[in-house]
């Protein structure tokens, strides 16, 4: 379904900004909807390297603290989305930008997706690390101490 969304949304976003500026142009006039289409790009800029700079620190710590960084990952490659989409020239894609770049969204945005993963933990992802509610599975054995008797 989404395969055939996208050539749609290829074929059809562009064609939906430039009605946008029409409209807009119409509007405000010429200049002005220049100055926002630049205005949009700059603030995608700064908005990105401040944001940017807070999820690596929340990466960081997270990573100090033992805790898998899922959500900042997240929260990362979204500011990321974001600000390549205000660089963008465009109404449209400046509003989604802009959207991502609102933490309510991007934590909406985390728990659609947490609803439809399934998180397995398979233990030893740190060396020393055991999974507290099974033993231990792994056998060590010498040459000696394993042997063959012929049964399957």
Do not use: Y
Not at 6 to 11: D, K, Q, W
Not at 53 to 72: I, N
Not at 88 to 114: E, Q, S, Y
Not at 134 to 144: A, F, G, K, V
């Amino acid at each position: 379904m989404l395969r055939r969304l996208i050539p749609l949304l290829i074929l059809v976003l562009p064609l939906a900004e430039i009605a946008c500026f029409i409209v807009i142009g119409r509007r405000i006039g010429l200049f002005a909807t220049l100055s926002l289409v630049v205005l949009s790009a700059i603030a995608g800029v700064v908005l990105m390297r401040i944001q940017g700079f807070g999820v690596l620190t929340r990466l960081r710590q997270s990573g100090q603290d033992g805790r898998a960084p899922g959500k900042e990952m997240l929260d990362a490659a979204m500011i990321m989305i974001a600000g390549i989409l205000l660089l963008i020239p465009g109404f449209l894609t400046d509003i989604l930008g802009l959207a991502l770049f609102l933490p309510p969204v991007r934590t909406f945005l985390w728990n659609r997706l947490m609803r439809n993963i399934v998180v397995v933990d398979i233990g030893g992802a740190r060396p020393g690390s055991q999974s507290k509610t099974e033993p231990q599975r792994t056998i060590d054995l010498d040459e000696s101490d394993f042997h063959r008797d012929g049964r399957p």
